[in-house]
């Protein structure tokens, strides 16, 4: 037998052993630790889950024998028996990931009752419904999670029923109708599998332990995990535990409950109940639950132990606590504790309203909050003067404003949402299985369900609005379409979804942007006290510099002068520039340019005056100013067949040779950035005097200018940089010299190429700072174009796990990563005070900021509403390290 130990009984654990006994193990074994009433259980350790999927789907030796004295010790323990025909024990079987997913992965309950312990459970507890309504919702759960037979055989089944006995609820189908359904469910599940299925309740254990530990790979936690940069090896714990029953009459519950208010933050009573039922029916959306105040009325005392419990367990873990309870014939049992998932509004008030209670220090309220979740702070709201009236309300479940078109099903809004069309999710209630398309939905409108259902749940978490339980709606998934009323809206009309209030609208309606609270200023500042990265913003006009600045940028990390050159005014005279022949047509071409630059280095000094902003000189290669080869070539072909103006004629064939003559295989990788400026020093001529002159002239107008630096782009010898570098320092010390003033400014450079970072302490030699635009050096370091990739095997390998992530979203650490490590290192071998930036996307990532302050870099530049989550995560990356 191995030595290796896979059990752990509900005694032995506690909240320090989360990454072994899963969230839901050690929340559970915490609780009972500390007193707080939970039922007897034992976990299946994620090691074990781990070791079967590297055994492909064999337990690893030991496994099954521990199980079985593990389940000895429980029935030892509680004085019964699995399946037995006196005291049974039932027992429900529950996934546990060490991160919570919510929904993602399989239970089940009731597991222990059969044919022949059913008659003693409903003996024991004097209610012989309540037995057959346990026995039946075993069968289903265990036909689907276990025995894969497709659920709707059941809902079918019990829907059939329901309509002959003219009832609307479960509940008010008698004994002997469960007992019928009973007989009927074990049909379905014996014609799926062919032959009888297995009443050894030992051996439907094991198939249940394996069945969850399958569910850890199912395509619904796949793709949260990879929404949520969940590793894949961690594996999930199972945790084996007696059932309580809140189906047990009308002095037993079910309910959720949140110790504050998961959408505000607000310290206020949060959840929702149900008398005679058990917790999937409260989850699942399939009865309309009732807000948790009436609880008080209806179960007095369990009431007040439950709120005394949540203070409780909020206090012990010093954080806002999701629960879920059971209520047996008045007597309390907590489920499950875990940290609640929230919004980011509610996220800021928590925390900060902790930090004043008391309770947690500035520094770990900065570690509660994820920085990727402040996205949602960032979401527009419906501009309130509308005057427009709501077709349907529904429960405010999620906050925020959605304007989309109406989908039924998750793989349409997969496909449509996947191609950046705006849709909004129609459904009877949201399931597990439809994650793929929660996630790229701008919102979630569900017929049922309550503010905990999994709708509302998993739209919380990604920063969703989701508006839930919107009454008077009929959903007709095959017809697609939704009826309100009179109204009938089909797939693909436009609706708008408030879900801070709970509305829908019948058109699009338009947004404001969000505004940011006080809570949010108050804990960014703690932020901006803590981090060591300074947090720049990618900007090419004032717009963005202005929206950056006011997010808190402390400058521009990249201004991109490409972008005014192709707008179009300026581009009939980036053309003559590029069609000249000599250098007097070029530069007098180029002159037409300059004032334009000049404007627009202005507008974007005059937003970020008093901060450093640097101006990325021309970068993409010239043919990308010119028309497409194939649609000059059609122009050409045209007017020669038409006979038409024969100067017209002259100058479409004139660009056509141009285009033909600067057209490369590889652009990407050909005459661009500073080769293009070797080739044409008219060009960073023009340029550092538009900076220069518009520099000078913020300065005269308003006082005060912004720190210059000027980059020259993708540098790889050198030489380049030499002679760039002597082209734009004369150009500035022309411009000086002829008003009369001086100016500080830097020269440096961006590494962007292998070579680049290979060679940093020769090329610092000539640079005044490096940014590293990570961006290009992913692509010529792993060797794949970005455009290419994302549209074809890149999203396949991150799903087959060839890649834990996107490498041009977070940064590819063993290999980019090593080669910007390099690069701060060999340049500050040089110039120890070297200036070292990044102006990549991943400048707005967190997991990269983490990796960029442990090499050392100065700042992250990105664009700019992704701010604030520099910041946070610039300070969480601190924390990290200490």
């Not at 309580?244 to 504050?260: E, K």
């Not at 309606?509 to 108050?522: A, T, W």
């Not at 490409?562 to 520039?577: I, S």
């Not at 974007?604 to 450093?612: C, D, E, V, Y």
């Amino acid at each position: 037998m191995s030595d290796d130990r896979y059990i752990y009984d509900l005694s032995e654990g506690d909240a320090t052993m989360r990454h072994l006994l899963g969230g839901k193990g050690a929340g559970v074994a915490e609780m009972n630790r500390v007193g707080v009433p939970v039922p007897d259980a034992f976990t299946v350790t994620t090691t074990a889950c781990v070791q079967t999927m590297k055994r492909r789907g064999e337990w690893p030796e030991g496994l099954a024998d521990q199980v079985a004295e593990g389940l000895r010790r429980l029935e030892e323990r509680t004085g019964r028996t699995l399946g037995g025909t006196e005291k049974p024990l039932l027992v429900s079987v529950r996934s546990g990931a060490v991160h919570s997913m919510p929904g993602m992965m399989d239970t089940i309950l009731n597991l222990g009752i059969s044919d022949e312990s059913v008659e003693a459970v409903a003996a024991e507890s004097g209610n012989e419904r309540f037995a057959w309504d346990c026995y039946r919702r075993f069968i289903q759960m265990y036909g689907e999670v276990v025995e894969g037979v497709p659920q709707h055989l059941y809902e079918d089944a019990l829907s059939e029923l329901k309509h002959a006995r003219g009832v609307a609820q479960d509940t008010d189908l008698s004994a002997e109708d469960l007992k019928q359904l009973v007989g009927t469910f074990k049909e379905i599940s014996n014609e799926h599998l062919g032959g009888e299925w297995t009443s050894d309740p030992v051996e439907q254990l094991n198939r249940a332990i394996d069945a969850v530990f399958k569910s850890w790979l199912n395509p619904r936690a796949e793709v949260y995990r990879r929404a949520n940069n969940i590793p894949a090896d961690l594996g999930t714990a199972v945790n084996i535990m007696q059932m309580v029953f809140g189906n047990r009459g009308d002095t037993s519950a079910t309910g959720v409950c949140f110790t504050r208010n998961p959408s505000t933050g607000e310290k206020a009573l949060y959840g929702e109940f149900l008398v005679n039922a058990q917790g999937e029916d409260v989850v699942a959306g399939i009865r309309t639950p009732r807000p948790l105040e009436e609880m008080k009325e209806v179960l007095p005392e369990a009431y007040d132990e439950l709120i005394a419990t949540m203070h409780k367990m909020e206090q012990h873990y010093k954080d806002m606590q999701d629960m879920e309870f059971t209520v047996e014939n008045g007597k309390l049992y907590l489920l499950q504790t875990r940290n609640g998932k929230r919004t980011a509004a509610a996220a800021l008030k928590v925390a900060s309203d902790l930090v004043d209670e008391g309770v947690i220090s500035q520094e770990e309220a900065l570690l509660r909050i994820e920085p990727g979740q402040l996205d949602q702070l960032l979401h527009p709201a419906i501009d309130p003067s509308h005057g427009k009236d709501a077709i349907a309300q529904g429960l405010p479940a999620s906050p925020g404003a959605a304007v989309g078109e109406v989908v039924f099903d998750a793989d349409t809004a997969a496909e449509r949402g996947g191609r950046g069309e705006p849709v909004v999710l129609v459904r009877f209630e949201t399931t597990p299985d439809d994650i793929h398309g929660v996630i790229v939905a701008q919102g979630i409108l569900t017929a049922h369900g309550g503010m905990t259902s999994h709708a509302a749940v998993v739209a919380r978490g990604m920063g969703k609005p989701c508006v839930a339980g919107a009454q008077g709606i009929r959903i007709d998934p095959v017809g697609k379409t939704l009826t309100i009323g009179d109204r009938v809206i089909r797939e693909g009309d436009i609706i708008t979804l408030d879900g801070t209030e709970g509305l829908v609208y019948g058109e699009a309606l338009d947004l404001i942007p969000p505004q940011i609270n006080e809570d949010f200023q108050r804990v960014v500042q703690w932020a901006d006290e803590v981090r060591n990265l300074g947090v720049r913003a990618n900007a090419d006009n004032f717009e963005d510099a202005s929206k950056a600045r006011e997010l808190g940028a402390e400058g521009i990390g990249l201004c991109r002068t490409e972008h005014m050159f192709m707008a179009q005014d300026r581009l009939p005279a980036v053309r003559k520039m590029i069609l000249a022949e000599t250098p007097e047509q070029r530069s007098a071409a180029l002159a037409e340019i300059l004032p334009m630059q000049q404007t627009d280095f202005e507008s974007i000094f005059t937003a970020m005056k008093g901060l450093p902003v640097t101006v990325r000189l021309l970068d993409p290669p010239l043919h990308e100013f010119l028309p497409n080869l194939v649609e000059q070539s059609l122009l050409v072909q045209r007017l020669e067949l038409q006979g038409g103006d024969e100067q017209e004629l002259g100058e479409a064939r004139a660009t056509l040779a141009q285009v033909k003559r600067l057209h490369e295989q590889n652009p990407m990788l050909g005459t661009r950035g500073c080769r293009l400026a070797m080739l044409y020093p008219e060009i960073p001529d023009m340029q550092a005097r538009a900076i220069v002159r518009a520099a000078l002239a913020v300065l005269d107008r308003e006082g005060e200018t912004v720190g210059v630096e000027i980059m020259i782009p993708l540098v790889a010898l050198t030489q380049e940089l030499d002679a760039q570098r002597a082209v734009v320092v004369a150009a500035v010390e022309d411009e000086l010299a002829k008003a009369g003033r001086t100016l500080e400014y830097t020269v440096g450079t961006m590494i962007e190429l292998p070579r680049a970072a290979l060679v940093a302490d020769k090329i610092a030699e000539h640079a005044d700072f490096f940014s590293f635009g990570t961006n290009d050096l992913t692509q010529t370091t792993i060797g794949i174009s970005r455009d290419d990739a994302e549209n074809g095997f890149l999203t396949q390998y991150v799903m087959d796990r060839v890649l834990e992530r996107n490498p041009f979203e977070s940064i590819d650490v063993e290999g980019v990563g090593q080669l910007v490590r390099m690069g701060v290192e060999k340049g500050r071998s040089v110039k120890p005070t070297l200036k070292t930036g990044v102006c990549g996307e991943h400048g707005g990532d967190p997991d990269s900021i983490e990796f960029f302050n442990s090499v050392g870099l100065n700042y992250v530049s990105c664009s700019p509403f992704r701010v604030p989550i520099a910041r946070f995560a610039a300070a969480k990356a601190v924390l990290k390290q200490r």
